[in-house]
């Protein structure tokens, strides 16, 4: 009564089902269709494979039985019938001994793989394939009887076991086939086989190519069961030549064009009530839109992925975020992608604190989503437990923020206080450790940010910034000055529409006036219209907004002076 309940798989190389949709980014459930309710998913037990041992008259002596979860069991048929669940007694043979047998005798090559799974599926292709029963550790001596004269290539899974079981299996075979090589795939995965690179786009004739290309073998000794860990240390990879040096790649990953780059530390920092969230803020979403900041002095066209970590302040973030995404005229949902929220500080001295820093880097990994930019508002409520007046724990601290940036590779923002003297509150390591260092102040009603270090950038001059009133709200918002006359973006249009009063014209036409950029310039003219500072209208109001008919601005003029 369900109608189609969904797809059953079966692999014939003896994977299961889940595995098949590992493989593929699905789970099981996605097997099974709605219609018009969730049906009871049915899980389907794979049924055993049972991989055959004969002699080379064609008996069967033994079984390997893969059950559901790559278990195996050996097991010997008995004379009534039944099966014995051992293979003692057995004589012991190579699988696929009738094809291997005839192989030799017409002088084909024969490939010895790891388990009976890869060894059907060369012989799939025509390729006489053979293995031995149990597994890796388990290639016997005895076996090498079954290749005398034989034409031998032997092949190995991508890892410590399949390197053992390849090297003991030549070994054994060393006087005794007539042509032994050993062979390890290119480009495979680790812990994969041949059965995956059959998968991967390889081929028979390919294989054969290899086989033959591959060098004779010569006696080895068998490597331990641990690959060894190699002898090295932090410093091997960190001494360089002067070419090497002048050579090495470049960090040219601009998250702010001429500001800071992908994996620093930047510390902004202001006295309280002076706007330090507020630049931030701005910050992240010209971050994470993709678009210039500070009044189109910061050049930024990529839109990046932003976390921000609130440890003070969050009941009042709601509508600093609503109006700063309203003032910019954004598109609905243009940042819902882009943006994570998260309502607690990483702790970057308290290890042991369930908010620490690796608790919160196995979270965001668990996402599968690393951001390019991690906000920490406040620095200061990270530090529980921490004196961040004292250099030893100020040392543990940028430790942990270093983590942060290498394990996220990620540009860490900390929103920090500034103390009685107007410099980064706490011990001078923090300012040592950062890579960009922003100061918010306030001078009278006068605001300014400013550019106080950047390591390889050139120094520049403050920027004023206001906080203005939002309409239809209790917040503010940032409307940033000139560099160098403090006048702001909005003044700058309209005095731009006062001076060339005579003509109406385009966002495009003003922003390349006012050496701005034109799509900042929209936004604010439709704000400044709400306020009738200035007007604007479609040249030909008849028609619908094109290319050809775009809004034109001009001077706002009050009725009764019209």
Excluded at 171 to 191: C, E, H, M, T
Excluded at 218 to 238: G, H, I, M, Y
Excluded at 263 to 271: C, D, F, H, I, T
Aim: net charge negative; aromatic share 8%.
């Amino acid at each position: 009564d369900l109608g189609d309940k969904g797809v059953i798989l079966h692999c014939f190389a003896g994977c299961t089902a889940a595995e098949v949709c590992a493989t593929v980014g699905l789970k099981t459930a996605d097997l099974f269709t709605k219609n018009g309710h969730e049906p009871p998913v049915e899980y389907i037990e794979e049924p055993p494979i049972a991989y055959s041992y004969y002699d080379a008259n064609g008996t069967l002596l033994y079984q390997s039985v893969r059950a559901p979860g790559k278990a195996f069991t050996q097991r010997q048929p008995t004379d009534s019938g039944g099966w014995k669940f051992n293979v003692k007694g057995c004589k012991l043979v190579p699988y696929n001994l009738p094809d291997v047998a005839e192989a030799i005798a017409e002088a084909k090559p024969v490939f010895i793989v790891e388990g009976e799974k890869d060894a059907d599926s060369l012989m799939r292709l025509g390729i006489v394939a053979t293995t031995n029963v149990g597994g890796a550790e388990n290639w016997k001596d005895e076996l090498a009887e079954y290749f005398v004269g034989a034409n031998v290539v032997v092949l190995r899974d991508n890892d410590q076991p399949g390197l053992r079981h390849q090297i003991m299996a030549a070994n054994s075979l060393v006087g005794k086939a007539q042509q032994l090589r050993i062979l390890d795939l290119p480009d495979l995965p680790k812990k994969a086989d041949v059965s995956d690179w059959l998968l991967l786009g390889g081929t028979k004739e390919e294989l054969f190519r290899l086989a033959k290309e591959a060098p004779g073998y010569e006696l080895r000794e068998v490597p331990p069961a641990k690959e060894p860990e190699p002898e090295t240390n932090a410093f091997d990879s960190l001494i360089f030549s002067l070419p090497q040096w002048l050579a090495r790649p470049r960090n040219d990953d601009w998250i702010i064009d001429g500001l800071f780059r992908r994996g620093e530390l930047v510390v902004l920092y202001g006295s309280p009530k002076v706007g330090k969230t507020f630049v931030a803020i701005d910050l992240l979403l010209s971050i994470a839109l993709g678009e210039p900041w500070c009044g189109e002095r910061y050049e930024n066209e990529t839109p990046r992925f932003v976390m921000l970590t609130i440890g003070e302040g969050e009941n009042g973030l709601d509508a600093r975020l609503a109006v700063a995404t309203r003032m910019r005229d954004m598109e609905s949902g243009a940042i819902d992608n882009l943006l994570r929220i998260v309502p607690a500080v990483p702790q970057l001295y308290a290890d042991s604190s369930p908010l620490a820093v690796d608790k919160l880097i196995a979270a965001v990994k668990r996402t599968g989503l690393l951001p390019d930019v991690l906000v920490i508002d406040t620095y200061a409520r990270a530090l529980i437990g921490a004196n961040e007046n004292d250099a030893g724990d100020s040392g543990v601290i940028l430790a942990a923020l270093k983590r942060i940036q290498a394990e996220m590779r990620c540009t860490v923002i900390a929103v920090h206080h500034a103390g009685k003297d107007g410099t980064i509150r706490g011990s001078t390591a923090l300012a040592a450790g950062a890579d960009v260092i922003i100061k918010c102040s306030k001078d009278g009603k006068q605001r300014k940010m400013e550019v106080e270090f950047a390591k390889d950038i050139p120094e520049q001059s403050p920027v004023t910034f206001e906080l203005m009133p939002a309409p239809d709200s209790d917040s503010v918002y940032i409307q940033w000055g000139n560099e160098t006359t403090g006048t702001s973006l909005d003044d700058r249009i309209i005095e731009f529409l006062k001076t060339n009063k005579e003509a109406r014209w385009t966002a495009k036409d003003i922003g390349e006036g006012i050496d701005a950029e034109p799509r900042t310039v929209i936004g604010r003219l439709w704000k400044l219209k709400e306020r009738r500072e200035v007007d604007g209208d479609l040249r030909n109001p008849d028609k619908p907004k094109s290319n050809v008919n775009p809004m034109e601005w001009w001077e706002y003029i009050p009725s009764m002076e019209r």
